[in-house]
Structure formats: structure tokens, C-alpha cells
């Protein structure tokens, strides 16, 4: 069973930066491609980023394409995600799990860590 720990999260200022982890245990991340996922209040689980298993392909939404960076670091098991120029709607707890290596945005595992949560202040 794998066990997915997000971090990094916080409450920030519009405009600020922050980088969260997703670290893996249990599984080898190295294998799959990763994606992290938001969700706000009162809204459904949202695709954020993806990143192929080599790291060579990634893929982001609209709404946070040019401000978030996916990267990821597999001889440490972590994936990343650096997350700048926030605004209020960027408010969500943030989740990573692995993704679907084709399309790179359909969750693969059933199960979700804690998740970190990122407060944007206006």
C-alpha cells in the first residue's frame, strides 16, 4: 500500500510563492507518471499538474499554466510543485497521486494522503 505525504502548504500573500512535496513511501515513484490535484471548498478534487515518470512531459490546467512548475526528483521518491504568483483562487488543500501515463490527468490510485493546504490571503 502506498502512502502519500503532501507538505509545504501554508498561508501566503497574493502574489507570493510557496513549493510543496509529495513524498512516496511504499511504492516507487519512479515508475509512474504524478500529477497533484487541489480542491476548495465546497468544489470537486480539480487536476493542478503532471509530470511523465522521466519528467520529460508535463502538463498543466489553464488556470495555472505559466505560475506552477511540476518537477520531480526520483531518487528521492518526492515529487514537487512550485507554486508562484498566487491568488485567492488558488486556495485549496493540494493533493498529488499518481496519473494516468496517457493524457496525464486521470488519477491511478484510489487513495489520497492528507493533502497540504494553501491559503492565499487577498
Known amino acids: 500500500q502506498v502512502q502519500l505525504v503532501e507538505s509545504g502548504g501554508g498561508l501566503v500573500q497574493t502574489g507570493g510563492s510557496l513549493r510543496l512535496s509529495c513524498a512516496a513511501s511504499?511504492?516507487?515513484?519512479?515508475?509512474?507518471?504524478m500529477g497533484w490535484f487541489r480542491q476548495a471548498p465546497g468544489k470537486d478534487r480539480e487536476f493542478v499538474a503532471a509530470?511523465?515518470?522521466?519528467?520529460?512531459?508535463?502538463k498543466y490546467a489553464d488556470s495555472v499554466k505559466g505560475r506552477f512548475t511540476i518537477s520531480r526528483d526520483n531518487a528521492k521518491n518526492t515529487v514537487y510543485l512550485e507554486i508562484n504568483s498566487l491568488k485567492p483562487e488558488d486556495t485549496a488543500v493540494y493533493y498529488c497521486n499518481a496519473v494516468h501515463p496517457l493524457g496525464l490527468t486521470t488519477r491511478l490510485w484510489d487513495y489520497w494522503g492528507q493533502g497540504t493546504q494553501v491559503t492565499v490571503s487577498a
Open positions: 511504499g511504492r516507487t515513484v519512479s515508475s509512474y507518471a
Open positions: 509530470v511523465s515518470r522521466s519528467g520529460g512531459s508535463t
